[in-house]
């Protein structure tokens, strides 16, 4: 029967799918060869030929960001990247910064983000006389709004996932991704238990894209849509999965496993990073400097007076900024690199390659992935982790900010001051902390009912005092307010960033700027931190008195529990015996004959 009801769906789904495709078409009502757009999402399907050069601009007068995916190109077989591409601007002209290119060689489905309102992209084509297909769709949306379930890291041997909402139909306009990382050595093996996407020939409108690695710029093994169950392989301990969906038809979505099995054969020298807010950590094995023609004599740093300690590995640690660790400030990021060299010692002539092992922290906002680079000739090893500055928020006793309120939940008066600290910890002295947006909410996932107390540095509370930034910390004061009149607790979620105090008129300096003059990349990290609850005194003085309860009071108790239970049950009875006669009083008024009139005078 199951079966009977998927083939009876095929049908159906083809028709669907066909009437978005007419849709899609009807809907483009602009000119081939470029135009402006200022639709909240659109859909374009794009033909064109030789000797093309088209700009699309997006603009639109919001405070939302835009999604664009390329969900199918075809450019002319056999073009280069140079004389064929799409390339991406990440502002209203060609004269913006460049998010990103597409062109034959992309291993991918582009899915680029802008950070503002407003979006261009060139097509550009070469002389070969061949009609070029592209179809691309984009929607605007707020990036600090979260799907539950959708996306994550998924780490161990095996484990499952599901489209958000599985197994009911999954959200217009989600974009998700999944980073599958398994033990070392061992290769991923993804099924889909259950698969139900919109049908598409060419996967244009809802898709799953798996990748062979962890990131979604390359090493694409598949894109698939409709009705399936297939099965992938990774070629390593890492895979990645991404689900997007556009604003009609949705279906139920999948159910997917994933196992790890050993490579077979495969030996891989240990040589890893970690990151942590105020320490590298590099660990080279014996055997991996063995395999490069070295020991553990060999290695060291920028600064040679830092050495390692050796166990079975030779492994380096050492805070962020210490031991020649150079810092580079790349806009979006900050970048913490030494180098280990490994040179034959001696004045001895040697016929071995000179070694260099490039080491990277990448603090990234909210990014935990660890990822390691090593070339095949083994002349140059580059392993880049991304790390987390650790953050902690709490609330102080008074303005001097020296002792820390303890208790849990924390009891306040209605309109008493509060004094809260975000601190960062971090062995790097030149840094900045930034509350830029902080509100409060009486759920503690921060639901749709909010409050803002402060938003892109700006006070939205009349209350709200923010001091000036200080090494490694972000204070400010502000009053209980009215959300503890009405529910019995509240919470506090703050965005943090933090800047290089090295940076000139960084974004850390610059206090309230209104989201209309608001710069791209203004800061250069960005996380969140929550505290809470906060409640008022009257509810604890309330929980007291429930709490002095006597013991005999506690056993009379089930009596009173008893005698109400009898009480409610006459009351229940006398009320229905009540409805009862008024009904029957209402019934015998209306009869034909019965009653009161009025008499005529």
Request: glycine share 4%; aromatic share 10%.
């Amino acid at each position: 029967m199951q079966v009977l009801q998927q083939l009876l769906l095929l049908p159906l789904v083809a028709v669907l799918a066909l009437a978005e495709d007419n849709l899609t078409d009807s809907k483009v009502g602009a000119p081939r060869c470029g135009a402006s757009l200022h639709d909240l999402n659109k859909s374009l399907k794009i033909e064109l030929n030789a000797n093309a050069n088209c700009v699309w601009q997006i603009q639109r007068d919001t405070n939302q960001t835009i999604r664009l995916i390329f969900s199918y190109f075809k450019f002319a077989p056999s073009s280069s990247c140079e004389a064929e591409s799409i390339k991406i601007y990440d502002g209203p002209s060609t004269n913006a910064s460049l998010l990103g290119q597409v062109c034959n060689d992309t291993d991918a489905v582009p899915v680029l983000q802008s950070s503002s309102n407003s979006l261009t992209f060139l097509i550009t084509t070469n002389s070969v006389p061949f009609t070029r297909n592209f179809f691309v769709f984009y929607y605007y949306f707020s990036p600090e709004t979260n799907i539950e379930n959708c996306g994550g890291q998924l780490t161990g041997p095996n484990g499952t996932f599901t489209s958000p909402s599985y197994p009911a139909a999954y959200p217009a306009f989600t974009y998700c991704v999944w980073h599958i990382q398994t033990p070392k050595n061992t290769k991923i093996n993804l099924e889909f238990k259950d698969f139900f996407l919109e049908l598409d020939q060419n996967c244009q409108f809802d898709f799953t894209a798996v990748y062979d690695g962890l990131t979604t710029n390359t090493g694409l093994i598949g894109k698939i849509c409709g009705r399936a169950q297939p099965t992938f392989e990774s070629s390593s301990n890492a895979m990645t999965v991404a689900l997007s969906t556009d604003y009609a038809n949705s279906y139920r979505g999948f159910a997917a496993q994933y196992t790890s099995s050993a490579l077979p054969g495969h030996v891989e020298p240990d040589a890893f990073l970690t990151c942590s807010s105020d320490t590298m950590r590099i660990v080279l094995s014996k055997a991996y400097l063995a395999s490069l023609g070295y020991n553990e004599t060999h290695p060291q740093l920028n600064d040679p007076s830092c050495s390692p300690v050796i166990t079975d590995s030779v492994i380096f640690s050492f805070p962020l900024g210490s031991c020649g660790t150079i810092k580079k400030d790349e806009g979006s990021s900050i970048t913490y690199t030494n180098i280990v060299s490994l040179s034959a010692s001696g004045g001895i002539i040697t016929r071995q390659n000179s070694v260099q092992i490039i080491a990277k922290c990448k603090m990234e906002n909210n990014s935990t992935l660890e990822v390691m680079y090593i070339t095949k000739n083994n002349v140059i090893q580059d392993i880049t982790a991304a790390g987390q500055y650790n953050v902690n928020m709490s609330f102080y006793e008074s303005d001097s900010f020296s002792r820390t309120v303890q208790q849990s939940p924390y009891y306040v008066d209605l309109n008493q001051t509060l004094f809260a600290q975000v601190s960062l910890d971090s062995a790097d002295p030149n840094l900045l902390v930034f509350v830029d947006t902080c509100i409060a909410s009486p759920q503690a996932d921060f639901g749709s009912l909010t409050y803002d107390l402060i938003r892109s540095g700006c006070s939205k509370d009349d209350t709200v005092v923010s001091y000036p930034p200080l090494e490694h910390y972000g204070r400010f004061k502000f009053n209980a307010f009215r959300f503890l009149r009405s529910f019995p607790s509240v919470y506090l979620q703050c965005e943090v960033l933090i800047c290089d105090s090295n940076t000139t008129n960084s974004r850390c300096t610059q206090g309230c700027i209104s989201r209309q003059k608001r710069t791209v990349s203004s800061y250069r990290w960005k996380t969140s931190t929550i505290m809470g609850p906060i409640r008022l005194k009257r509810d604890l003085r309330s929980a007291d008195h429930s709490e002095s309860l006597t013991k005999a009071d506690a056993e009379e108790t089930p009596n009173l529990h008893q005698y109400s239970f009898y009480g409610l049950s006459f009351l229940v009875l006398l009320s229905n015996i009540v409805i009862v006669v008024a009904v029957i009083l209402k019934y015998h008024k209306r009869q034909p004959g019965y009653g009161y009139h009025k008499l005529q005078s």
